[in-house]
């Protein structure tokens, strides 16, 4: 079965601090990848998305993504973390085509003014 | 923009009860999903639904029942709940081809004493 690892539980930062968050997966075919974020107290929301082209991907709120195949990973990127981006983040795998969506166990960020 | 609401945010029940989770999206979207999530485990998958009356198990579906009758609306059932049930319940759907974005409710906090 597939499986989406997060390698940081807990990821502390001062403001203006660059940010990477790590992301593997185990599963060998094509596959779409997804983060998602949870502010404190509010839904799940897309963060940005990688179905196919250019392996960096772009979302909002300066996040991006780079999809690295031959490594199984898409590690999440800020170039400078504000305060107002402490969640939690998830990344997420389906295969293509498929229904089967996998979560990773998130990793909290917390961001110090 | 997509809704998908669910019945309660918080929710009590005692041992043994039999508990209802409402999900309703107004996106006539053709998938909807049911995760479970604890802290350092992520989003686990219950059950999930691609059409009306369909539903198919996900990783965890022991303990649990659905019902899809009409298109915009999935339940989840808690046959006799119990105490390792307490956890955040998500709702999800998303559009029937490619396996998108999902969109996600706000959750439904559940504690079973």
């Known amino acids: 079965a597939q499986s989406v690892s997060q390698h940081n539980h807990h990821v502390i930062l001062s403001e203006a601090a660059s940010l990477e968050l790590g992301c593997n997966y185990s599963?060998?075919?094509?596959?779409?990848l997804f983060w998602y974020v949870q502010y404190p107290g509010q839904h799940l929301q897309l963060l940005l998305k990688y179905f196919s082209g250019d392996p960096l991907v772009k979302g909002i709120k300066g996040f991006e993504a780079e999809f690295i195949k031959s490594k199984f990973s898409f590690n999440l990127r800020k170039p400078s973390v504000q305060w107002s981006d402490t969640a939690e983040y998830f990344c997420?795998?389906?295969?293509?085509?498929?229904?089967?969506?996998?979560f990773g166990a998130g990793t909290r960020l917390t961001v110090k003014p | 923009d997509v809704k998908v609401t669910q019945s309660s945010r918080y929710l009590v029940k005692r041992t043994g009860e039999k508990v209802f989770l409402e999900c309703v999206q107004d996106m006539d979207h053709e998938n909807m999903f049911w995760y479970r999530q604890d802290p350092g485990l992520g989003l686990r998958l219950i059950y999930f639904s691609y059409d009306v009356k369909m539903k198919e198990k996900g990783d965890i579906p022991e303990g649990y029942s659905v019902s899809r009758e009409k298109k915009e609306r999935f339940s989840l059932i808690l046959e006799s709940a119990s105490t390792n049930q307490t956890s955040m319940y998500l709702c999800?759907?998303?559009?029937?081809?490619?396996?998108?974005?999902?969109?996600f409710g706000p959750g439904t906090r559940l504690t079973v004493l």
């Open positions: 997420a795998v389906t295969p293509y085509n498929n229904n089967d969506m996998r």
């Open positions: 999800a759907s998303s559009s029937g081809t490619g396996w998108g974005e999902q969109f």
């Open positions: 599963y060998g075919g094509t596959v779409n």
